[in-house]
């Protein structure tokens, strides 16, 4: 069987522990042969965000909460990649199935390929903005296998 490239995934946090440690269950839990690295970018947690991450082994950079913006918080945490393959993760969304990252990046293959969307599934209690965007892409993920 051929392995599956190495990815890094960066995934930003605030006062997340509870939702970052189902994600970090369910990055475990992918049926995926290459290297993951975990990168954790948080804007200053001050609950259990940090032991979360380091007792699953990922890498956390701190982003204060004065810098912080949606782009640069990504930026830094790609900023600290590894691997040419990188995703990009919220902790308050997580994947919908074991399969999601081989799938997504699969398509990654194609050298005329620069970018993927997964869909990924919100939490109950996110805003219904959120519900609706993510669900999108969950509906058209699960229409495409």
Do not use: C
Not at 17 to 30: E, H, S
Not at 37 to 53: F, L
Not at 70 to 77: C, D, F, I, R, V
Not at 78 to 91: D, F, G, M, T
């Amino acid at each position: 069987m051929k392995r599956e490239p190495d990815v890094s995934i960066v995934a930003r946090t605030l006062n997340e522990a509870v939702k970052l440690r189902k994600l970090l269950g369910i990055l475990r839990d992918q049926n995926y042969s290459g290297e993951m690295q975990i990168i954790i970018v948080d804007n200053e947690s001050s609950d259990d965000t940090w032991a979360v991450a380091q007792a699953a082994g990922a890498e956390i950079e701190t982003l204060a909460r004065s810098a912080f913006s949606y782009p640069k918080s990504m930026n830094l945490g790609v900023s600290l990649a590894h691997h040419e393959a990188v995703v990009l993760l919220v902790a308050h969304a997580y994947p919908y199935s074991p399969n999601w990252l081989a799938s997504g990046l699969s398509h990654l293959q194609d050298p005329m390929v620069a970018g993927v969307y997964a869909g990924v599934v919100a939490y109950e209690d996110a805003s219904e903005v959120e519900k609706a965007f993510y669900r999108s892409g969950y509906d058209m993920a699960r229409a495409r296998g």
